[in-house]
């Protein structure tokens, strides 16, 4: 496996503060991974150290394979867009591009036009950045921090506080990055079920410590939707829904199976399970969500 990110027992302290508190994660080239924690857990301080905004007070951060000096010379390959955009409100999108491009030493033709395209800003001329809207400032932080051509995009809550053509605006402006480009995306967002739509792997961070790394596939599998049926012998009802052709099933304990297919026939299955002799005390669909399983992993309410 080729990864783009790792940290090893990654560690930041301020003064009696531990922001991040040895956190081990692995960021594979070429995917999108979702950081996902509440306001605190240290998501920001982690993006900074991997940028190298900040220095570690213990651990380390691997870039492409590269550890200690060589991995900072790699932090140029690293474009981000970290709390919020340092945009020039009085200057136009092309005007900022141009900035950064002479900080960078790009003189290329058509180049800046070229990426204001890229994410959906060819067309807004002369007009101030003051004037934006926060989709529109978020596209063009975006487009800064792709300035360089870098492989890795750290972004952190890139989609916070936009509104949903904005949200989608990003979203699709992310995974043309990935498609188009085969860029590494590590984006932090506090709305777990837009990132879930872009995500590959997530890694949950709660109090300064990384809980789990998990897939995509895992993550659906943990979050699918299903019937849970509460009833007084599930073994007896298992063999009533095979004969109705349903094989997902999996008893919970003594009183409690799970449905994971034909959600929408939870009537039919109530009205065979009853004429079959369970006596059924709830019968439920119960939709997983991202949001959910994160809640249940970090045993506290969710403060987006």
């Known amino acids: 496996m080729e990864y783009a990110i ?4 990654l560690t930041k302290r301020y003064k009696r503060n531990v922001a991040v508190d040895s956190v081990s994660l692995h960021v594979k080239k070429g995917e ?63 005007q900022n591009m141009e900035a950064k ?4 030493g790009i003189q290329r033709e058509g180049y800046v036009q070229e990426l204001l395209e890229f994410v959906g800003l060819g067309a807004v001329g002369k007009k101030k950045a ?22 890795i995009l750290v972004l952190d809550e890139p989609i916070n506080g936009l509104d ?24 932090s967002s506090h709305i777990l079920e837009e990132l879930s739509k872009l995500a590959d792997t997530y890694g949950i961070i709660d109090n300064g410590r990384l809980l ?16 849970r049926i509460r009833l007084d012998q599930p073994q007896i009802a298992c ?4 004969e109705m052709g349903i094989s997902r099933v999996k008893i919970m304990d003594e009183h409690t199976l799970c449905v994971y297919e034909r959600l929408e026939d939870s009537a039919w299955m109530n009205t065979a399970l009853v004429r079959g002799g369970c006596s059924i005390s709830e019968i439920m669909v119960i939709f997983g969500q991202l949001e959910d399983y994160y809640l249940q992993l970090t045993g506290g309410a969710y403060h987006a």
Do not use: D
């Not at 003051?130 to 492989?151: D, H, T």
């Not at 789990?212 to 019937?227: A, F, G, M, N, V």
């Open 6 to 9: 790792t940290t090893n027992c």
């Open 32 to 94: 999108i991974y979702g950081f996902i924690g509440r306001n605190g857990a240290g998501k920001t301080t982690c993006m900074k150290v991997i940028c190298g905004l900040a220095s570690p007070t213990a651990g380390e951060v691997s870039l492409f394979g590269h550890t200690g000096a060589q991995a900072a010379e790699c932090f140029g390959r690293i474009g981000n867009l970290i709390e919020n955009p340092g945009i020039y409100g009085n200057m136009t999108a092309e």
């Open 101 to 104: 491009c002479i900080l960078m």
């Open 130 to 151: 003051k004037q934006f809207s926060l989709g529109m400032r978020q596209r063009l932080g975006i487009a800064l921090a792709l300035v360089g051509e870098p492989e």
């Open 164 to 187: 949903p053509q904005g949200i989608v605006e990003v979203r699709e402006t992310l995974l043309r990055l990935k498609t188009e480009k085969n860029m590494t995306i590590m984006i």
């Open 212 to 227: 789990q790394e998990i897939s995509r596939e895992e993550l659906e599998e943990k979050c699918e939707s299903y019937i």
């Open 239 to 242: 063999s009533i829904l095979a």
